[in-house]
């Protein structure tokens, strides 16, 4: 069975919501229609040569990727230069490209929460904040023996999310007036009198971002002809999203030991480490793929060790004169788990929603860099 480009774009919007994206990014559906038929989908890190030939090979209709096939704005489609021959054997063979980037670094579950699991990381945090989500508050006014329809309707919409909780809601009684005019159609008492009833206010918290799906849901089961409700703006925030992690240990350990941790978690032997004393690790920083820039802020958040991959010269340096442990364990290492998390997530989403569509992760890429 196949579904449309648009329904996993959706859900894409859902796990790794592209707003999370930064500026400079270059996320979503790169090639391909929104209209095309799916019905399979090869998750993977990077869209190479060896990606491609395998979709051609075996059918798939999208590859979902972690780094953008296209990044920067291009000036020609050369077919004798590699990304011009990869982009027009895409296009020949109707293959469809979506990228999900810093987005899904950024987002909760994505793929700095992935390497924060892997190392047993607990208490977890965003390293660098980048996004705080906006919240509303809805007030709607409900007849008295609608309230619990309409109360539900909203919290399925997503409206009352509290941190562990879902559908939380207040609601006090009251008395409401109003005078139908000669063209009303009134669910409660005559055109032209005057008519008070027994209310409920109905309140609760969303962000606003789903506030006119939440609103239609409560149309759609509110028995008034014409809807009185507020919205109200709120200076409280929800959700605050973030480059990197910071979380903590079970138990102290040493550098070296610590090290050995991560080089089991990811399976690699690409391993540099970087040491600044004989400090105790407790507190850990992270930031998957190339997070050398956060070197600072994960030693003045009280980390005893940043890992991450792509480190320069420098900015080990750097990381020896904050006093912080530094491990490298490469781009490819720190990126690579979250591949197969990700199809996971698509797949069990996509069976929520009664389709079928086979999802499979890459597994045959490998790191461009070997010891030696």
Not at 7 to 30: C, Q, T
Not at 140 to 166: C, H, L, R, W
Not at 284 to 298: H, M
Request: glycine share 8%; proline share 3%; net charge negative.
């Amino acid at each position: 069975m196949s579904v449309k480009c648009q329904v996993v774009m959706d859900i894409m919007d859902k796990v790794a919501p592209r707003i999370l994206a930064e500026s400079w990014d270059n996320v979503g559906l790169l090639i391909g229609s929104p209209a095309q038929n799916i019905e399979r989908i090869l998750v993977c890190l990077d869209v190479s040569e060896a990606v491609i030939e395998r979709a051609v090979q075996e059918n798939y209709d999208l590859i979902i990727a972690h780094h953008p096939l296209i990044f920067k704005p291009i000036k020609n489609l050369r077919t004798d230069l590699p990304l011009g021959r990869m982009i027009g054997r895409l296009l020949k063979h109707d293959i469809a490209v979506y990228a999900a980037h810093t987005n899904l670094d950024t987002v909760r579950g994505g793929v700095n929460d992935v390497l924060a699991e892997l190392l047993l990381l607990k208490n977890v945090k965003p390293l660098d904040i980048s996004y705080e989500e906006e919240l509303v508050k809805l007030a709607v006014f409900v007849p008295m023996e609608y309230k619990d329809v309409v109360q539900t309707a909203i919290g399925n919409a997503g409206a009352g999310q509290i941190g562990n909780y879902s559908h939380c809601s207040f609601s006090v009684i009251g008395v409401g007036q109003f005078l139908p005019l000669s063209e009303a159609k009134p669910f409660k008492g005559n055109c032209g009198i005057l008519e008070t009833v027994n209310e409920i206010r109905l309140e609760t918290i969303l962000p606003a971002k789903i506030l006119n799906k939440v609103v239609k849901a409560m149309l759609k089961v509110h028995p008034y002809e014409s809807v009185g409700y507020d919205v109200y703006s709120l200076k409280n925030k929800g959700n605050l999203e973030g480059m990197g992690r910071i979380g903590e240990l079970n138990e102290p350990t040493t550098i070296d030991e610590f090290a050995k941790i991560v080089k089991n978690a990811l399976s690699t032997n690409q391993l540099r480490v970087v040491k600044s004393g004989n400090k105790v690790v407790r507190k850990v920083a992270l930031c998957s793929g190339s997070g050398a820039e956060f070197i600072g802020k994960a030693a003045y958040a009280g980390a005893d060790v940043f890992v991450t991959g792509d480190v320069k010269y420098h900015e080990a340096q750097k990381a020896v004169e904050q006093g912080i442990h530094l491990i490298d364990a490469g781009h490819f290492g720190t990126e690579m788990p979250v591949v197969q998390v990700l199809a996971e997530r698509l797949r069990s989403c996509m069976e929520k929603q009664g389709r079928q569509v086979e999802i499979i992760a890459d597994d045959t890429s490998r790191d461009f860099f070997t010891v030696i």
